[in-house]
């Protein structure tokens, strides 16, 4: 075997996805790594270095916010300078030819809508890191405008319409999951006949259910991640390998075989 191309998975995937009416997408953050973006939870990941901020404390403090703030504007722009890599843009041409309905994510940057998917297509389980919201009245404001209010004497900015708290449009530690997504995510599990899980170690819930709910539903179920999962002895396919090369190799031999 020379190439990733030349699986014999590459090939059963790609006959998968030719054959379902309505795929469905699960991404987490394995997908975005080949963007740059490190894995959270990996050995390189933040939450290695830095404490996560609990909501109750961001909401209760604004020393914590100024903290947050802090980080998010000391360093590199790593969500904003990244890319969309293969997979990516593999997804986007399955969702531009019909084939792909829905992707459902964990993660925040941002990178599927920048590969050209509708944002009504996108479900965001975890939020969006590309701007912020007022928790009161959630009025939304762009990164850069923030970042020019705080910047000068590290000023916690409020709501401009309505002197609420303003945070990044993520789900943190301690915070609700938003309902409407995952009632949507719940929906479109149980709505598809075939359902990739990529990138994701599915060890954080209720996220990593919708697999699960997918496979119980009736659907086929794809894992796409480089190390083992609970779920790969369930699972109709398992490919540990690259995610980028992976998707892109069956999407050329998926068009394929629809001609």
């Known amino acids: 075997m020379s190439s990733i191309a030349e699986a014999p998975e590459i090939a059963l995937l790609a006959a998968k996805i030719a054959a379902a ?49 802090r980080r998010r504007f000391s360093g590199k722009n790593t969500f904003g300078e990244a890319e969309p890599n293969d997979g990516h843009h593999a997804l986007a041409h399955w969702v531009n030819l019909g084939k792909l309905s829905t992707i459902i994510t ?5 990178l599927h809508q920048k590969s050209g998917v ?84 599915l060890t954080v819930y209720p996220a990593a259910g919708f697999p699960v709910l997918a496979k119980r539903s009736g659907a086929e179920l794809v894992i796409i991640n480089h190390q083992p999962t609970d779920l790969d002895p369930v699972a109709d396919l398992v490919i540990p390998m690259d995610i980028g090369m992976t998707l892109s190799s069956a999407a050329e031999l998926s068009d394929q075989v629809d001609r």
């Open 118 to 201: 509708p944002e009504h297509q996108i479900i965001e389980l975890h939020g969006n890191a590309q701007y912020a919201k007022c928790l009161s009245c959630e009025k939304r404001f762009e990164l850069e405008d923030i970042r020019n209010r705080f910047l000068p004497d590290e000023t916690v900015p409020n709501c401009t319409d309505c002197g609420g708290i303003i945070k990044t449009a993520t789900i943190s530690f301690g915070q609700a999951m938003p309902e409407d997504e995952m009632e949507r995510a719940h929906t479109a599990s149980t709505a598809c006949d075939l359902f990739l899980a990529i990138g994701s170690s």
């Open 106 to 110: 964990q993660n925040v940057d941002g």
């Open 21 to 69: 009416n309505n795929m469905v997408v699960f991404t987490g953050a394995g997908i975005s790594t080949e963007s740059g973006i490190p894995d959270f939870r990996g050995p390189n990941g933040i939450w290695k270095t830095q404490t996560p901020i609990d909501f109750s404390d961001f909401v209760a403090s604004e020393e914590w916010r100024q903290e947050s703030w």
